[in-house]
């Protein structure tokens, strides 16, 4: 418990960081529109070292806690031929390609639930009262890929909020299916420019 509540505070230190409590909201806040994206992304492009936080798995009915990890990884973020960001790390079996996330406002914690685990440790409200401003008035890229392990097929899916020039912060979702049972993972994840 302790553990959980001393990572919440240092992920809310280090977007705090970012986002001083002023009456302006963070400059991060006017990228939430393609266009807006379009013309800082390159800006994006470069080494990131990730780090994942604690979450949850699921299998079959089991809700089990899934620790944070102690490593720290790069990925290396590259612009594609097309203009997209596209994220290649070294253990990775595919690159990510990171798109615009043209959906719905994202809610972690509603979607959490949906998938019967509990939010994550820094949800989207949490976000959006750190930043002072609403996550659709943040940059957000969908990263989608696969990895084959063990013969198991693993779809993973990271939703990314650009926070500021040297910050992300979202979700690594993953979903497979293992001896006939559903298994998926939640994780909250901070990338830092590296």
């Known amino acids: 418990m302790f553990k959980a509540l001393s990572l919440t505070c240092c992920i809310a230190t280090a977007l705090l960081a970012m986002s001083p409590a002023q009456a302006e909201p963070n400059v991060a ?18 080494p990131w070292q990730i780090a994942h936080h604690a979450g949850y798995v699921i299998s079959g009915p ?4 899934f620790p944070a990890s102690g490593d720290v990884e790069t990925m290396q973020i590259e612009m594609s031929p ?29 979607d959490a639930s949906k998938d019967g685990v509990p939010a994550p440790m820094l949800s989207s409200s ?10 659709e008035n943040l940059a957000r890229l969908v990263g989608r890929t696969q990895a084959t392990l063990d013969g198991v097929t693993l779809d993973m899916t990271m939703r990314l909020m650009v926070v500021g020039p040297d910050q992300m912060y979202g979700i690594f979702h993953t979903s497979s299916v293992a001896n006939g049972i559903p298994v998926k993972s939640w994780r909250a994840v901070t990338l830092t420019r590296g």
């Not at 806040?29 to 393609?34: E, K, L, M, V």
């Not at 976000?127 to 996550?135: K, N």
Request: charged residues 20%; proline residues 10%; glycine residues 12%.
């Open 29 to 46: 806040c006017d990228y939430g529109s393609q266009k807006a994206w379009d013309k800082i992304s390159l800006m994006y492009v470069g």
């Open 62 to 65: 089991m809700t089990i806690p």
């Open 82 to 110: 097309d203009g997209g960001l596209v994220g290649t790390h070294p253990e990775a079996q595919h690159p990510i390609p990171f798109v615009w996330a043209d959906e719905p406002p994202w809610s972690f914690e509603a």
């Open 126 to 135: 949490d976000v959006e009262m750190l930043m002072g401003c609403g996550v």
